[in-house]
């Protein structure tokens, strides 16, 4: 199969409304490594990164209570720093880059899910709108 490991995708194609920024970037503990007293922090198994976790609202106003809010996985070598809130915001919206997904069936409830990973994450980009023709 062509199909080998994570799946690269769009931002525009996982979070087409945008999401927001509704926790803090926490590193991801690497729980079989660790011992009692020593912390081991989690490293992609392909890149080497170390790996950050932060969760996001997605703004689909379609999407199911249980489905808001998603973890997205970054892999840097320093931690991210999250986007300003733009003014008189109480939230941020953020926007991925280098975004993949790498299916798999959850444990917890037999189903299938997507494990969202990104190389970086920034202020979402303003998009010109297109001028309208004057005649």
């Not at 080497?48 to 892999?75: C, F, Y």
């Amino acid at each position: 199969m062509a199909i080998q490991g994570p799946i690269p995708i769009g931002f525009d194609q996982v979070f087409p409304h945008g999401c927001y920024l509704v926790g803090e970037v926490e590193q991801v503990k690497d729980f079989d490594a660790s011992t009692n007293g020593r912390t081991v922090y989690a490293k992609d198994k392909i890149t080497g990164e170390l790996v950050w976790q932060v969760a996001v609202m997605d703004a689909d106003p379609a999407a199911k209570i249980s489905q808001k809010t998603v973890a997205v996985k970054i892999l840097s070598p320093t931690e991210p720093v999250a986007p300003a809130a733009p003014s008189g915001l109480p939230i941020v919206p953020v926007e991925f880059d280098g975004m993949t997904v790498t299916p798999y069936v959850a444990q917890s409830t037999g189903r299938l899910a997507y494990s969202i990973r990104a190389t970086g994450m920034r202020a979402p980009r303003t998009h010109a709108k297109p001028a309208k023709d004057q005649a």
